[in-house]
């Protein structure tokens, strides 16, 4: 992503209807009660940039080649998801990224406590999993999945936010 202004060439992703179904859920929300939780890759500010990808059997793909055969995305843009659910009037926490929930809510401390049970292939298979969902590598899910809770205005901050 790049800045406000953009230049010649510059794609600008734009996904109207996913402020509609946030600010459909927020108004819902507010009305009658309730929270919702928002995980998933994507980014806090908006701005310039393709995200649009593709994933065949866990690789990367052109996403033009063979249609219907590959998952294809883009990236959640959680900037334009807070602004809708707060212009809804919704209470918005975040977006946080994955690992700063997770760390909040004990992953660490839970896999420790697992580890120090488990057989020493068990023992890996936690840590392995625990780096994967918390760590900034690329490989690691926990900066590139964001989280956004959003509750009706009355109600607590939710844990981990």
């Known amino acids: 992503m790049s800045g406000p202004g ?3 060439g510059d ?3 734009y996904a109207p209807i996913s402020e509609t179904i946030m600010r459909d859920l927020a108004h819902h929300l507010v009305e009658y009660g309730g929270a919702g939780l928002i995980i998933d890759y994507g980014y806090t500010e908006s701005g310039f940039g393709d ?3 593709a994933m065949k059997a866990h ?3 052109n996403p033009l080649e063979e249609p219907g055969e590959a998952d294809v995305t883009v990236h959640v843009n ?3 998801l807070e602004q809708a659910a707060r212009q809804s009037g919704a209470q918005t926490h975040g977006p946080i990224t994955q690992a700063e929930l997770l760390d909040r809510l004990g992953l660490t401390t839970r896999a420790e406590t697992l580890m120090r049970k488990a057989s020493p ?6 840590q392995s999993a625990r780096e994967r969902l918390i760590e900034p590598t690329a490989k690691g899910m926990g900066q590139l999945f964001k989280a956004l809770a959003l509750s009706h205005p009355e109600w607590p901050t939710p844990a981990g936010f």
């Open 6 to 8: 953009g230049t010649e």
């Open 11 to 13: 794609v600008l992703e």
């Open 51 to 53: 995200t649009l990808q």
């Open 59 to 61: 690789e990367f793909v």
């Open 78 to 80: 959680f900037e334009t």
């Open 121 to 126: 292939q068990q023992a890996k298979d936690i």
